[in-house]
């Protein structure tokens, strides 16, 4: 189901140019090493995410104290750095050797890599966190104890205690919990945490696949998506960032459904369809603040244009993308559209009583030190950062308004705004939040996706340029420059992973750090709590503060909640 943007690639037939071309059935042509390539893309990228966490397991240190926190830290970048640099190493070799014919291989192998080794270094921070206890982060205080009470209900063919919660998650745990775990959920959510966060980046990856090449997936797909990795509730953010980029293909492969065989096109459409209800069961929000720009991509890129069987072609690719839909997801989807109207959130944190213009960081319910917020800005309050996404907002229509993946991207983030806007508005007469605060990190990863794809444009005119001057002049230069001055691709390559390798490492690192153990008003306070709960065989955890535990464990985190 891969939907490439980046244009296609003439292919000449055995015999050259002159010899007749043999009809190929468009089912199989490519597909067997395109599959295959994407596969190995896939077994590196999800086996790089467990590297950094299974040696992060043999760690030897204190998780409460903080210089061994940095100390872990450290040893986490350290191993990343030069498994990292392993693979980029490979991809310099290959432009070397053999006259470069397997640089293209290695290049991809390494990005799918580093996309693994960048989400297993936050599960990593994890481990290293939830070191010496064996529950979850939270223990079963607050979402943690509800999930993992829930997961066990329905693993016991039980109801769970909310019906509009998202039911994918608690039927994940609760038998994984009865297959690894002997039915203990609150232990066996300790493990998905770690492993939700390992899975983060080879799925971001994976998916953006179906639209760009492997280093390009790399920088403008998974790199953005980093700035919301979660290792506490990993499945909502992960939810997030994978469906964009599954929309965005869904509207391309819309827009040339009119040209399509009928088969490949019901395919595709049954496809996306049910992996949509996948994540709809997974986590739901993200829909309703997607689904006017999503509609409305939908309607441009309809196509209208492409006479009667165009039309009918696209409204079978509608119709089967639906129907799959409802196949998994329907039943929940009606819980939603009636039991979901009556759920109200009356929760009003500390974001409720932020300018709901901002949005670039979402500070929770336990913000920690806090000054002014938001904090001032350069241009009317407004900092450079907010201005930065604006101006790439408009450049990247500007370049790419005729692209379905830019403007898809671009409705998306202005009908969270909007959506934001219209449950903000109404705060005050209804007394609920409705979560609109979630927002953020929608508006936010657009935002990051669209300054992106700002660089991926230009990087592209600049690429056809030199392949432009390139033919013109017949040869390029043996420093791998054409006549332009454009430097060769195998550098821009190799300087975007290492770029890549510094920017995921120190963001990675950033992100674990949010969760190392602390007794403070920030989410630090939740695998402190975790060291605090006795085992159930009634020992405390081998780092439990002073020695001492208790049966929900330290509850000072109340005191914080604002």
């Not at 409705?411 to 449950?423: D, E, K, L």
């Not at 950033?510 to 190392?516: E, G, I, L, P, V």
Request: aromatic share 12%; net charge positive; hydrophobic share 50%.
């Amino acid at each position: 189901m891969t939907v490439s943007t980046e244009g296609t690639v003439a292919v000449l037939p055995p015999g050259g140019p002159a010899a007749p071309a043999r009809p190929i059935p468009a089912v199989r042509r490519g597909l067997g090493s395109r599959g295959t390539l994407l596969l190995l893309e896939a077994v590196v990228a999800f086996g790089a995410a467990l590297v950094l966490p299974m040696l992060a397991v043999r760690f030897k240190l204190d998780p409460l104290d903080r210089i061994a926190q940095v100390s872990g830290l450290a040893a986490i970048q350290l191993r990343f750095a030069l498994v990292g640099l392993l693979f980029i190493a490979a991809v310099a070799l290959a432009m070397r050797l053999r006259g470069g014919r397997h640089f293209d291989l290695a290049a991809r192998i390494a990005a799918a890599a580093l996309a693994g080794l960048a989400s297993g270094f936050v599960a990593a921070g994890a481990v290293v966190a939830l070191h010496g206890t064996p529950w979850p982060m939270f223990g079963l205080n607050g979402d943690s104890g509800r999930i993992v009470e829930w997961a066990h209900a329905v693993a016991n063919g039980r109801p769970s205690g909310s019906p509009v919660y998202p039911p994918a998650p608690l039927y994940t745990l609760g038998y994984y919990a009865e297959w690894f775990r002997g039915g203990n959920t609150a232990y066996a959510f300790k493990d998905l945490q770690i492993l939700g966060a390992a899975a983060f980046g080879p799925l971001v990856y994976l998916c953006w696949r179906m639209l760009l090449g492997p280093v390009r997936a790399l920088a403008f797909g998974v790199a953005p998506a980093f700035a919301l990795i979660d290792a506490y509730k990993p499945y909502s953010q992960t939810v997030l960032v994978v469906l964009v980029p599954v929309l965005v293909a869904m509207v391309v492969s819309l827009s040339r459904s009119g040209t399509q065989g009928w088969r490949p096109l019901l395919l595709k459409g049954a496809g996306f369809g049910a992996l949509l209800g996948v994540l709809f069961l997974t986590y739901s929000g993200w829909f309703l603040w997607s689904a006017a720009g999503v509609l409305f991509a939908v309607l441009l890129y309809f196509p209208w244009r492409t006479g009667r069987l165009g039309r009918l072609k696209g409204v079978a690719f509608l119709g089967a993308s639906l129907a799959a839909f409802l196949v998994v997801a329907g039943r929940y989807l009606v819980v939603m559209l009636t039991e979901g109207q009556t759920t109200k959130d009356y929760n009003f944190r500390f974001d409720n009583f932020t300018d709901p213009a901002y949005y670039l960081m979402w500070r929770t319910d336990m913000p920690g030190k806090v000054g002014e917020w938001p904090p001032p800005g350069e241009y009317g309050g407004v900092g450079l950062f907010a201005l930065v996404t604006f101006v790439c907002l408009g450049a990247a229509i500007w370049l790419g308004i005729r692209r379905p993946m830019v403007v898809t991207v671009a409705a998306m983030f202005i009908s969270a705004w909007v959506m934001r806007m219209y449950i903000a508005s109404h705060m005050y007469e209804t007394q609920t939040v409705q979560l609109y605060t979630r927002t953020n990190n929608q508006l936010l990863y657009c935002g990051l996706l669209l300054c992106a794809l700002v660089v991926h444009l230009v990087s592209q005119r600049m690429a056809a340029r030199r392949a432009e001057a390139g033919s013109a002049t017949g040869s390029e230069s043996a420093s791998g420059t054409a006549g332009t001055g454009f430097p060769g691709r195998e550098g821009a390559v190799i300087g975007a992973l290492c770029a890549q390798l510094l920017l995921l490492g120190t963001v990675s690192s950033s992100m674990a750090d949010r969760y190392m153990p602390a007794k403070e008003n920030t989410y630090r306070i939740l695998p402190w709590v975790s060291h605090t709960i006795t085992e159930q065989d009634g020992s405390c955890p081998r780092y439990a503060p002073g020695g001492t535990c208790s049966k929900d464990g330290d509850q000072s985190w109340l005191s914080f909640i604002r």
